[in-house]
């Protein structure tokens, strides 16, 4: 697993966009937590000689959330996997469908790009990710923390290569909170 140290997180530094907590039940001592940011963008890179080869992996966000968190549903963000010459992307949302009415529509946490961010919106808590645009979701783990699978590589073999990971929603210009990162996880896929 690569700590959320290990990542590179654009305004990472920046105390006033993200800023590096203590975890307790983690097995790193911190964690970043996204305070305020509109371009959202998370990488991770590991060398391939430390998987085993040929073999097909996931990777995994692992993250919580703050109660009030907002802005991780709309828009959806892009995950990225580039291992040796192959490069898969896909749709993800770091926050889940709650609510099942099937409206569609504009989600409660919804924030524009707007001088004042803190203002309150008025907004009804809508379904915002339809089955039909094929987004993956996270998951509860057994530890407490979620999980987001990012995609999946096959090791081929490479002693030299890397594996490149990234989380991005940088399009819409909306602004996001409550992201706590603990890190990516990289597992071996289960077959069947």
Known sequence: ??????????????????????????????????????WFEIRGKIHSKMLSQDTTYAAYMVFKTTYNFYGLDFPVQEASISAGATNSTRKVCLQGNDDDDGEGGVPENYRPMVPFPRLRLRRRNRRV????????????????WMELELGEFLNEGGDDGEVSISLVETKGGNWKSGLIVQGIEIRRKKSG
């Not at 990710?129 to 530890?143: F, G, I, K, M, T």
């Open 1 to 38: 697993m690569l700590s959320a140290r290990n990542l590179s997180i654009v305004w990472g530094d920046t105390p006033q966009y993200w800023t590096w907590i203590p975890l307790e039940d983690s097995r790193f001592s911190e964690g970043a937590q996204l305070m305020h940011v509109c």
């Open 129 to 144: 990710v339809s089955h039909e645009e094929n987004v993956a979701l996270p998951q509860q783990r057994a530890d407490g």
